[in-house]
Protein backbone atom coordinates (compact mmCIF):
# COMPACT_ATOMS: atom_id res chain seq x y z
CA UNK A 1 0.00 0.00 0.00
CA UNK A 2 1.60 3.32 -0.92
CA UNK A 3 1.38 5.39 2.29
CA UNK A 4 0.16 9.20 1.90
CA UNK A 5 2.67 11.86 3.65
CA UNK A 6 1.88 12.98 6.97
CA UNK A 7 3.45 16.57 5.94
CA UNK A 8 0.80 19.37 6.99
CA UNK A 9 -1.76 16.87 8.23
CA UNK A 10 -3.40 17.81 11.72
CA UNK A 11 -3.70 14.79 14.17
CA UNK A 12 -5.13 15.57 17.07
CA UNK A 13 -2.88 13.40 19.81
CA UNK A 14 -4.96 12.64 22.53
CA UNK A 15 -3.34 10.71 26.01
CA UNK A 16 -5.32 9.03 28.55
CA UNK A 17 -3.53 7.97 32.28
CA UNK A 18 -1.71 4.65 31.46
CA UNK A 19 1.93 6.31 33.13
CA UNK A 20 3.96 3.41 32.83
CA UNK A 21 3.50 3.49 28.59
CA UNK A 22 4.30 7.14 28.65
CA UNK A 23 7.89 6.76 27.68
CA UNK A 24 6.60 4.55 24.59
CA UNK A 25 4.21 7.33 23.18
CA UNK A 26 6.29 10.37 23.49
CA UNK A 27 8.71 9.17 20.92
CA UNK A 28 5.97 8.41 18.46
CA UNK A 29 5.08 12.06 19.58
CA UNK A 30 8.27 13.16 18.08
CA UNK A 31 8.77 10.76 14.90
CA UNK A 32 5.36 12.32 13.86
CA UNK A 33 6.77 15.90 14.13
CA UNK A 34 9.55 14.95 12.41
CA UNK A 35 7.01 13.81 9.69
CA UNK A 36 5.92 17.38 9.83
CA UNK A 37 2.69 16.60 11.01
CA UNK A 38 1.09 18.94 13.01
CA UNK A 39 0.22 17.70 16.07
CA UNK A 40 -2.01 18.76 18.45
CA UNK A 41 -1.88 17.58 22.11
CA UNK A 42 -4.79 17.02 24.24
CA UNK A 43 -4.71 15.66 27.95
CA UNK A 44 -7.32 13.97 30.21
CA UNK A 45 -8.14 15.37 33.62
CA UNK A 46 -5.83 12.66 34.99
CA UNK A 47 -2.76 13.39 32.96
CA UNK A 48 -2.77 16.58 33.87
CA UNK A 49 -3.23 16.24 37.69
CA UNK A 50 -1.42 13.42 38.59
CA UNK A 51 1.80 12.63 40.03
CA UNK A 52 2.90 9.28 39.89
CA UNK A 53 5.93 6.47 40.63
CA UNK A 54 6.36 7.65 36.74
CA UNK A 55 6.57 11.45 36.86
CA UNK A 56 5.06 14.31 37.83
CA UNK A 57 2.00 15.39 36.02
CA UNK A 58 3.56 18.84 35.06
CA UNK A 59 6.64 17.63 33.58
CA UNK A 60 4.77 14.85 31.62
CA UNK A 61 2.66 18.29 30.49
CA UNK A 62 6.02 19.91 29.55
CA UNK A 63 7.38 17.01 27.51
CA UNK A 64 4.32 16.96 25.14
CA UNK A 65 4.67 21.07 25.04
CA UNK A 66 7.71 20.93 24.14
CA UNK A 67 7.94 18.04 21.58
CA UNK A 68 4.72 19.90 20.14
CA UNK A 69 5.64 23.20 19.95
CA UNK A 70 1.87 23.47 21.63
CA UNK A 71 -0.13 24.37 24.60
CA UNK A 72 -1.77 20.98 25.73
CA UNK A 73 -5.69 21.55 25.80
CA UNK A 74 -6.78 20.04 28.73
CA UNK A 75 -10.68 21.22 28.99
CA UNK A 76 -13.40 20.72 27.07
CA UNK A 77 -14.32 24.23 25.96
CA UNK A 78 -10.48 24.28 24.92
CA UNK A 79 -11.25 21.51 22.89
CA UNK A 80 -14.67 22.81 21.09
CA UNK A 81 -12.91 24.27 18.12
CA UNK A 82 -11.88 20.96 16.70
CA UNK A 83 -15.03 20.02 15.88
CA UNK A 84 -16.33 21.92 12.95
CA UNK A 85 -14.37 25.46 13.05
CA UNK A 86 -10.54 23.63 13.41
CA UNK A 87 -11.26 20.32 11.95
CA UNK A 88 -8.52 17.82 12.55
CA UNK A 89 -7.74 15.04 9.57
CA UNK A 90 -7.42 12.36 12.14
CA UNK A 91 -6.80 11.90 15.52
CA UNK A 92 -4.47 9.94 18.05
CA UNK A 93 -5.45 8.58 21.37
CA UNK A 94 -2.78 6.74 23.00
CA UNK A 95 -2.11 5.44 25.20
CA UNK A 96 -5.89 4.66 25.92
CA UNK A 97 -6.59 3.25 29.29
CA UNK A 98 -9.34 0.53 30.00
CA UNK A 99 -11.47 3.60 31.56
CA UNK A 100 -11.35 5.34 28.43
CA UNK A 101 -11.83 2.94 26.18
CA UNK A 102 -15.21 1.54 28.22
CA UNK A 103 -16.53 5.32 27.86
CA UNK A 104 -15.83 5.83 24.20
CA UNK A 105 -17.65 2.32 23.84
CA UNK A 106 -20.38 3.90 24.89
CA UNK A 107 -20.52 7.13 24.08
CA UNK A 108 -19.66 9.36 26.42
CA UNK A 109 -17.66 12.20 26.07
CA UNK A 110 -16.58 13.77 29.34
CA UNK A 111 -12.83 14.52 28.95
CA UNK A 112 -11.37 16.72 26.58
CA UNK A 113 -9.60 13.47 24.55
CA UNK A 114 -13.60 12.16 24.46
CA UNK A 115 -14.89 14.94 23.51
CA UNK A 116 -12.27 15.29 20.60
CA UNK A 117 -12.83 11.73 19.32
CA UNK A 118 -16.66 12.32 19.10
CA UNK A 119 -16.21 15.73 17.35
CA UNK A 120 -13.35 13.83 14.72
CA UNK A 121 -15.99 11.01 14.38
CA UNK A 122 -18.79 13.14 13.49
CA UNK A 123 -16.59 15.37 10.64
CA UNK A 124 -16.11 11.32 9.59
CA UNK A 125 -12.07 11.40 10.30
CA UNK A 126 -10.25 8.18 11.50
CA UNK A 127 -9.53 7.33 15.05
CA UNK A 128 -6.22 5.41 15.86
CA UNK A 129 -6.57 3.85 19.10
CA UNK A 130 -3.63 2.36 20.98
CA UNK A 131 -4.43 0.32 23.78
CA UNK A 132 -3.00 -0.07 27.16
CA UNK A 133 -5.73 -1.72 29.91
CA UNK A 134 -5.61 -4.78 32.15
CA UNK A 135 -8.71 -5.70 31.14
CA UNK A 136 -8.93 -6.00 27.34
CA UNK A 137 -9.58 -9.52 27.70
CA UNK A 138 -11.39 -9.36 31.23
CA UNK A 139 -14.74 -7.59 31.55
CA UNK A 140 -13.70 -4.60 29.22
CA UNK A 141 -13.03 -7.21 26.08
CA UNK A 142 -16.79 -6.64 25.24
CA UNK A 143 -15.89 -2.85 25.07
CA UNK A 144 -12.62 -3.67 22.90
CA UNK A 145 -15.03 -5.57 20.70
CA UNK A 146 -17.52 -3.01 20.12
CA UNK A 147 -14.97 -0.60 19.27
CA UNK A 148 -13.05 -2.74 16.89
CA UNK A 149 -16.43 -3.01 15.15
CA UNK A 150 -17.14 0.62 14.67
CA UNK A 151 -17.34 2.71 12.01
CA UNK A 152 -13.96 5.20 11.81
CA UNK A 153 -11.73 3.40 14.87
CA UNK A 154 -8.61 1.78 13.65
CA UNK A 155 -6.19 0.06 15.66
CA UNK A 156 -2.46 0.18 16.68
CA UNK A 157 -1.99 -3.53 17.09
CA UNK A 158 -1.54 -4.90 20.68
CA UNK A 159 -0.94 -8.40 22.10
CA UNK A 160 -0.57 -9.90 25.54
CA UNK A 161 2.30 -7.62 27.17
CA UNK A 162 2.68 -10.54 30.37
CA UNK A 163 0.26 -13.23 29.67
CA UNK A 164 1.37 -15.30 32.86
CA UNK A 165 1.19 -12.11 35.74
CA UNK A 166 -1.50 -10.41 33.75
CA UNK A 167 -3.64 -12.58 31.32
CA UNK A 168 -6.32 -9.96 30.87
CA UNK A 169 -3.74 -7.28 29.75
CA UNK A 170 -3.36 -6.32 26.29
CA UNK A 171 -1.04 -3.56 25.16
CA UNK A 172 -0.34 -1.65 21.27
CA UNK A 173 2.94 -1.93 20.29
CA UNK A 174 3.68 1.87 19.80
CA UNK A 175 6.22 1.23 17.39
CA UNK A 176 3.47 1.10 15.21
CA UNK A 177 1.64 4.48 15.36
CA UNK A 178 3.08 6.09 12.34
CA UNK A 179 2.32 3.16 10.11
CA UNK A 180 -1.19 2.60 11.85
CA UNK A 181 -1.98 6.03 11.14
CA UNK A 182 -0.37 6.35 7.26
CA UNK A 183 -2.78 3.49 7.78
CA UNK A 184 -5.94 5.04 8.79
CA UNK A 185 -5.98 7.96 6.27
CA UNK A 186 -6.48 5.68 3.55
CA UNK A 187 -9.27 3.99 5.46
CA UNK A 188 -7.36 1.01 5.78
CA UNK A 189 -6.47 -1.34 9.27
CA UNK A 190 -2.64 -2.21 9.64
CA UNK A 191 -2.41 -6.21 9.54
CA UNK A 192 -2.78 -8.09 11.86
CA UNK A 193 -4.10 -6.42 14.29
CA UNK A 194 -3.53 -8.63 17.29
CA UNK A 195 0.55 -9.96 17.74
CA UNK A 196 2.53 -11.31 20.02
CA UNK A 197 3.64 -8.54 22.00
CA UNK A 198 7.26 -8.36 20.98
CA UNK A 199 6.65 -9.34 17.39
CA UNK A 200 8.47 -6.90 14.63
CA UNK A 201 6.59 -9.32 11.86
CA UNK A 202 3.63 -6.41 10.94
CA UNK A 203 2.23 -6.27 7.47
CA UNK A 204 -0.33 -4.11 5.79
Same mark, same amino acid.
Given at each position: ??????????IGFGITGSHTTYHKVFPQIKRLMD?????????SNTVRTTDTKMGKAKDHIDTIEKL??????????????????????????? @????????????????????????????? %???????????????????????????????????? %??????????????????????????????? %????? @?????????
Amino acid at each position: MNMPSLEGKRIGFGITGSHTTYHKVFPQIKRLMDEKAVVIPIVSNTVRTTDTKMGKAKDHIDTIEKLTGRRVISTIPEAEPLGPKEPLDCMVIA @PLTGNSLSKLANAFSDSPVLFTAKSTMRN %QKPIILGISTNDALGLNGVNLMKLMASKYMYFIPYG %QDNPLNKPNSMISNMDYLIDTVKAALKNKQL %QPIII @PYTDKNVLE
